[in-house]
C-alpha cells in the first residue's frame, strides 16, 4: 500500500502548482492518512439511483462517485438493516455477531467483536457515527463502546418521526433541528470541520428512505404529480405513493451528499479521502428495481443486491467497474487495506480485502460464494448462479430477474451448493429469541447513561404496546395495579443512578405512584404534571405508515436507585392509581451519578 500513498502525496504536489495560492490543509496535518466516510442509506434499492438507470430520479452527486470512483456490479448485503449493518462493521457474517432480529434485543451485535470504528480508533482515527445504528442501545452494545468517539442519531432500528425528533448525542436525550438526514448531515460536516487536522473515519447511515415516508414538500412536490417512466414488473403490488415518497427521500440524499463532498473541496480534503457509499438492503416496497427478482426481506437478487461506489480522487481509477462478486463482509477488510491499517480483530473474519480487484492486482483472486439468510431462508451466489432458499438454480450472468430455474439441468451443482449452504448454516448458528440469554446490560462503569426503551421490555396484564412493531412504539392501556412492565437486565457494575421515566399522563388521570424496583432496591414518585400532547407524524406522512406514531414524552426523575451488579428483573408498576389510567411509558433512562 505505500507506493499509494506516494501517489497521494505527488497529487497532492500537482494540486498545490494548479492552485498555488492555497495550501491544502492535507498538506499541512502530519499524518497523510486517508479519511474515510462510510455513506449508508436504509432501504434505497440497487434500482433507485440514477447510475442504475432509473430515469424516475436525478442522483448526480451519488452518480458522481461512481463516475469519478470504482463501482462493484455484483455486491450484495443481507435482506434487512441489522444484519448488514453488523456486516460493514466486523467482517463477519451476521449470525456469528448475535444479530438475529431488527428489534427487541436481536439487533445487537456481540460486544466481544472488533469494529472497524475500534480498529481505525485504535490506529489513530477520529471516529463519529450520525445517523441509525441498530446493533444495540445500551453499552457495551452502543456506538460509543464499540469504537465511536461521537454518536448522534438513534439506536433503533426504525424512528417514528424525520422532523424535529427526540435523538441522543452520546447518551444524553436531545431535540433533533429540522429534517433529519439534513440534521445528520449538519453534524458530519461540523465533524470534518473539527477533525480536518487529523485522519478521521466518518459514519453516516442514513435513516431513509425507511418508512414512516416523510420528506419535506420542496422534494415531494417534484414527484406528486409525476408520470413515473419505469415501474415494478409486480405492477399490482407497487403504491406508487410510496414508490415517490421513496424517490423523494433519495434525492434528499443526494444533496446531502453533495453538502459531504462540498464540504470536503472547501477543506481540500477531497484527494485525500475515501468516499464509500452503499445501501442496508433491497427496496422497502415494489418498485423498480433493474427487473431483479424480491425486495428488502427477500434472500433473492432484489433483497440484497446493493450498490457499492468508492471514490479516491487520483488513486482509485475513474469510472471503473468490477464485476466479481462481493459483499458487506468486505468492508472491514478492504477499508482496513485502503487505509494501510493491519485488520487485527478478536474473532477470524470472513470477508475479503477488495483491493487487488480495485486496483487491477487479482492475479490469486479466486472464485468464491457470498451468503444470504433472513428468517430461515438462506441462498447463496456464486460468480455465475444463484441458489434460491428453495434449492433452486439460476444462472445470474445471464438471467438477473431469476426466471429460468436451471437446477433439473446442473443436478451436481445443485448438489455441491446445497452442501456449502448446509455446512455454511451449522457454522454460523443462527441464533433465535429462544436460544438468545442475552440481558439487557445497565450500568456500564466507563459510560454514564443507559437507556431501556420500551421496545426491549415486556408488558403485563393489560397493557399494550402502541404498535406490533416494536422499535418506535410505547406502552398505553395501564389500569391496573396487576399491571406492570419488565426488563430482563444485568447491572455491570454496582452503583447509584438517576432514574427518569419518560411519560404522558392527561390531568384527569394525576396522582398515580410508579414504583421500580430491582431486586431489594425500590424508588416510587407520584404523577402530579400533566403531559398529554397529540400524536406526531400523520400530517407528515406521505403514504399511511404501518408503524407507530409517537408524541413528545415528558422526564419524571423517579430518584436515585444504588443497583448492585447482577442479574434481575426491572419492574415498573404502580402502588396506587387514584383514576382510569397511570400513563404512557416510553423510556427508562438511567444516568450514574456516583
Same mark, same amino acid.
Given at each position: ?150 454518536f448522534y442519531g438513534f439506536a433503533s432500528g426504525h424512528w417514528g418521526n424525520y422532523f424535529d425528533p427526540m435523538l ?5 436525550i436531545t431535540r433533533g433541528k429540522g429534517y433529519l438526514p439534513d440534521d445528520l448531515t449538519d453534524h458530519a460536516l ?48 407497487? #403504491?406508487?405513493?410510496? @414508490? ?6 433519495? $434525492? !434528499?440524499?443526494? *444533496?446531502?451528499?453533495? %453538502? ?117 431462508? #438462506?441462498?447463496?451466489? @456464486? ?6 432458499? $428453495? !434449492?433452486?438454480? *439460476?444462472?445470474?450472468? %445471464? ?129 402530579? $404534571? ?65
Amino acid at each position: 500500500m505505500y507506493r499509494y500513498f506516494t501517489l497521494i502525496l505527488l497529487a497532492l504536489i500537482l494540486s498545490c502548482k494548479e492552485e498555488p495560492k492555497t495550501t491544502p490543509v492535507s498538506e499541512t496535518r502530519d499524518d497523510k492518512r486517508p479519511n474515510i466516510i462510510l455513506i449508508v442509506a436504509d432501504d434505497q434499492g440497487w434500482g433507485d439511483l440514477g447510475s442504475s438507470g432509473n430515469t424516475n430520479l436525478e442522483t448526480p452527486q451519488i452518480d458522481a462517485l461512481a463516475k469519478y470512483g470504482v463501482s462493484f456490479e455484483n455486491f450484495y448485503v443481507q435482506p434487512v438493516c441489522s444484519p448488514t449493518r453488523a456486516e460493514i462493521l466486523t467482517g463477519r457474517y451476521f449470525p456469528r455477531t448475535g444479530v438475529y432480529s431488527t428489534s427487541s434485543g436481536g439487533e445487537r451485535m456481540n460486544y466481544e467483536e472488533t469494529t472497524l470504528a475500534e480498529l481505525l480508533k485504535n490506529a489513530g482515527y477520529k471516529t463519529a457515527i450520525y445517523g441509525k445504528w441498530h446493533n444495540g442501545t445500551q453499552a457495551p452494545y452502543h456506538p460509543n463502546s464499540q469504537g465511536f468517539n461521537d454518536f448522534y442519531g438513534f439506536a433503533s432500528g426504525h424512528w417514528g418521526n424525520y422532523f424535529d425528533p427526540m435523538l441522543e448525542h452520546n447518551g444524553k436525550i436531545t431535540r433533533g433541528k429540522g429534517y433529519l438526514p439534513d440534521d445528520l448531515t449538519d453534524h458530519a460536516l461540523e465533524f470534518i470541520e473539527q477533525s480536518k487536522t487529523e485522519p478521521f473515519f466518518l459514519y453516516l447511515p442514513y435513516n431513509i428512505p425507511h418508512s414512516p415516508m416523510q420528506v419535506p414538500d420542496k422534494y415531494w412536490n417534484k414527484f406528486k404529480d409525476k408520470n413515473l417512466q419505469l415501474l415494478s414488473e409486480d405492477g399490482e403490488n407497487e #403504491t406508487i405513493d410510496f @414508490t415517490k415518497a421513496a424517490l423523494a427521500m433519495v $434525492e !434528499n440524499i443526494d *444533496y446531502n451528499v453533495g %453538502r459531504v463532498m462540498a464540504k470536503l473541496r472547501e477543506l481540500y480534503l477531497e484527494d485525500n479521502s475515501i468516499i464509500i457509499y452503499m445501501t442496508d438492503n433491497g427496496p422497502n416496497s415494489y418498485r423498480w428495481n433493474g427487473g431483479m427478482k424480491g425486495r428488502k426481506g427477500s434472500t433473492d437478487e432484489g433483497g440484497v443486491r446493493s450498490p457499492l461506489y468508492i471514490q479516491w480522487t487520483g488513486i482509485i481509477k475513474e469510472g471503473k467497474k468490477i464485476n466479481e462478486i462481493a459483499g458487506s463482509i468486505d468492508l472491514l477488510p478492504t477499508i482496513a487495506g485502503l487505509a494501510d491499517v493491519y485488520p487485527i480483530t478478536a474473532k477470524p473474519i470472513d470477508g475479503k480485502d477488495l483491493t487487488p480487484l480495485i486496483f487491477d492486482e487479482k492475479q490469486d483472486w479466486k472464485d468464491r460464494i457470498i451468503y444470504n439468510h433472513w428468517n430461515g431462508q #438462506t441462498s447463496l451466489r @456464486t460468480q455465475n448462479f444463484r441458489l434460491d432458499s $428453495e !434449492n433452486k438454480l *439460476y444462472r445470474i450472468s %445471464r438471467d438477473r430477474g431469476q426466471k429460468i430455474d436451471i437446477s433439473s439441468q446442473n443436478p451436481r451443482l445443485v448438489d455441491s451448493l446445497k452442501r456449502m449452504k448446509d455446512d455454511w448454516l451449522t457454522a454460523v448458528k443462527p441464533l433465535d429469541s429462544r436460544n438468545d440469554n442475552r440481558p439487557f446490560t445497565i450500568g456500564h462503569p466507563k459510560f454514564s447513561f443507559t437507556h431501556l426503551p420500551a421496545r426491549d421490555a415486556k408488558a403485563h396484564g393489560g397493557i399494550k404496546r402502541s404498535n406490533q412493531h416494536p422499535n418506535d412504539s410505547y406502552f398505553t392501556n395501564w389500569k391496573s395495579l396487576k399491571d406492570s412492565i419488565t426488563w430482563d437486565v444485568e447491572v455491570l457494575a454496582e452503583g447509584t443512578f438517576e432514574v427518569d421515566l419518560y411519560y404522558t399522563a392527561d390531568l384527569e388521570n394525576m396522582g398515580s405512584i410508579v414504583e421500580l424496583s430491582l431486586g431489594k432496591s425500590k424508588i416510587a414518585k407520584k404523577i402530579t $404534571e400533566a403531559h398529554n400532547p397529540p400524536l406526531i407524524g400523520k400530517e407528515q406522512d406521505k403514504v399511511v405508515r404501518i408503524e407507530s406514531y409517537v408524541k413528545n414524552f415528558k422526564p419524571l426523575r423517579l430518584g436515585k436507585m444504588v443497583l448492585k451488579k447482577g442479574r434481575g428483573s426491572l419492574v415498573l408498576k404502580a402502588t396506587e392509581i387514584p383514576n382510569s389510567v397511570v400513563a404512557d411509558v416510553r423510556l427508562l433512562v438511567f444516568n450514574r451519578v456516583d
